[in-house]
C-alpha cells in the first residue's frame, strides 16, 4: 500500500519559521561572542615617538650673596649710644647706622687740643727769647771787638775787655737755649698734632655710618651694650642689585660650558634662576667668574652668575639653582617618561604595531626633559609607545589603543 507525507502550507511556514530562528539564534550568539572577545582586551593609551632638536639643560645647586658684603665694626670701645636705622631697610653710603658715646672721646680730643696750643705758645715764647738773645749777643759782641784793640794798646782795662768777653758768651748761650726751647717746642707741637688727629679720629669712629649703599641687616648689638673691637660685627650691608648666585660644576661641565661661552659668545649664555619654590626667576642671568683651581677632591670648580634683582626680592642666604643650556641634541627621539619602567637596572617601552600587538623593548635612555625622555637606542621615528595601561602587558598581547592626551612637552 502506496503511502505519502505531504505538508500543509501551514506547517510549511511553521517549518520555515523555525528555521529562520535557528538562523537567527546562531547569527546572536556569534556576534556575541565577538563583542564579548573584544571586550575582554585591555585598553591602553599610545603616543608616538616624536623626533627633533631639543636644547639640553645643565641645573646646578647655588646659594645667593651680595656683590658686595661690607661688615660693620666698632673701632673704639665705649657704651652704644643710639642706632639710627631700620633693619633690612636700603641704606645709603655715608649714612649714619650706630653712635658710641662720644662724650669721652671728645674730652681726650679737647685735652689735645690744649696741650697743642700751650706747646705753641711755648714755641713763640722760645722764639721772642731768641730774638732778644740774638740783639743781646750782637751788641754785646761789637763790645768785644771794640774792646778787643783797645785792651791791646792798653787804652782799657783789661777787667772791661774781660766783662765784654763773658756777657759777649753768656749772650752766646742764651740764644743757643732759645734755639732749644723752640726746637722742643716744635717736637710738642708734632706730637701733639698727632695726639689731636689721634682723638679726632677716635672721636669720628663713635659714628659707625654706612660704607656702600645697599640692604643692611639685623643689629647684634643693643643701645646701652659695651662695644669694641673685639666685639664683632655689629650688622652687615650688601649690595644686592646685581645679586651674586656661587655654584659648582663638574670639571667636565665646566670645559663644556667654556667651550659654548667662547663659540656663541656672553650674550649667548643667559642663565635662568630657580628659587626654592620652584618658581623661575623672571631675570635672566649671566656669567661673572671662574674660581681660579679647581678643587682636586671633588673635581668641582666653583663659578658664579649675576642676576638683576630690582625691588631686592632676592636676598643673600637664599636658595637657587642655576640652570643654563649646555648643548643642543640633534634629532633627538622622545617620548614621555611614564612609558618607561625601570626592571633591575634596565628600562622597558611596550610598543604597540599596526595589528595592535605588544612588544617589549629595551631602551638607552638619556637626559629627562620636562616631561619627556630622550632615547638613544630600542626605538624608531613613528613607533608607537603605551604610556597608560602597560601594567601586566606581556609580548604578543593583543591590546585596544587610545591616543595619550596627558601633558606633553
Do not use: C
Not at 714755641?123 to 785792651?151: F, G, I, R
Amino acid at each position: 500500500m502506496k503511502s505519502s507525507f505531504v505538508l500543509k502550507p501551514k506547517q510549511v511556514g511553521w517549518v520555515l519559521g523555525g528555521l529562520l530562528a535557528i538562523i537567527l539564534f546562531l547569527v546572536i550568539a556569534h556576534l556575541g561572542t565577538g563583542s564579548k572577545t573584544q571586550a575582554s582586551l585591555p585598553v591602553v593609551e599610545i603616543a608616538p615617538v616624536e623626533q627633533r632638536d631639543v636644547p639640553i639643560y645643565g641645573e646646578w645647586i647655588g646659594t645667593l650673596t651680595g656683590q658686595i658684603n661690607a661688615d660693620v665694626r666698632a673701632q673704639v670701645s665705649g657704651y652704644l649710644f643710639r642706632r639710627d636705622y631700620k633693619e633690612g631697610s636700603y641704606v645709603k653710603r655715608g649714612q649714619l647706622l650706630f653712635e658710641i658715646d662720644p662724650r669721652p672721646f671728645q674730652a681726650v680730643l679737647d685735652q689735645a687740643k690744649g696741650q697743642l696750643a700751650q706747646a705753641q705758645a711755648q714755641q713763640a715764647q722760645a722764639e721772642a727769647q731768641l730774638a732778644t738773645a740774638e740783639a743781646n749777643q750782637l751788641k754785646s759782641q761789637l763790645d768785644v771787638e771794640k774792646y778787643e784793640p783797645l785792651a791791646k794798646a792798653d787804652a782799657v782795662s783789661k777787667q772791661d775787655f774781660d766783662n765784654a768777653s763773658q756777657t759777649n758768651f753768656a749772650n752766646k748761650a742764651q740764644v743757643q737755649a732759645a734755639k732749644a726751647a723752640i726746637a722742643a717746642a716744635k717736637a710738642q707741637i708734632q706730637a701733639s698734632h698727632a695726639t689731636v688727629e689721634t682723638a679726632s679720629i677716635n672721636l669720628g669712629f663713635t659714628r659707625l655710618a654706612s660704607p656702600i649703599d645697599g640692604i643692611v641687616g639685623i643689629s647684634q648689638a643693643q643701645v646701652g651694650d659695651l662695644v669694641s673691637a673685639s666685639s664683632g660685627v655689629l650688622t652687615t650691608v650688601s649690595t644686592v642689585d646685581p645679586i651674586r648666585d656661587y655654584f659648582t660644576v663638574g670639571e667636565q661641565e665646566y670645559l663644556t660650558l667654556q667651550k659654548r661661552l667662547s663659540d656663541s659668545g656672553k650674550d649667548a649664555w643667559k642663565l635662568k634662576l630657580i628659587l626654592s619654590d620652584g618658581t623661575v626667576y623672571p631675570h635672566n642671568g649671566e656669567f661673572y667668574f671662574a674660581d681660579r683651581q679647581v678643587n682636586q677632591n671633588t673635581g668641582a670648580i666653583q663659578l658664579a652668575a649675576l642676576f638683576p634683582n630690582p625691588g631686592n626680592l632676592l636676598r643673600p642666604g637664599q636658595y637657587g639653582k642655576v640652570r643654563a643650556m649646555i648643548r643642543t641634541e640633534q634629532n633627538a627621539l622622545l617620548i614621555p617618561q611614564a612609558a618607561v619602567s625601570e626592571q633591575q637596572g634596565s628600562y622597558l617601552v611596550a610598543v604597540v604595531d599596526k595589528g595592535n600587538h605588544v612588544t617589549m623593548r629595551p631602551v638607552r635612555v638619556g637626559e629627562r626633559i620636562g616631561t619627556m625622555w630622550i632615547i638613544h637606542d630600542g626605538l624608531r621615528p613613528g613607533d608607537r609607545v603605551v604610556v597608560e595601561g602597560q601594567q601586566n602587558l606581556r609580548s604578543g598581547m593583543t591590546v585596544q589603543t587610545k591616543p595619550f592626551i596627558g601633558n606633553v612637552e
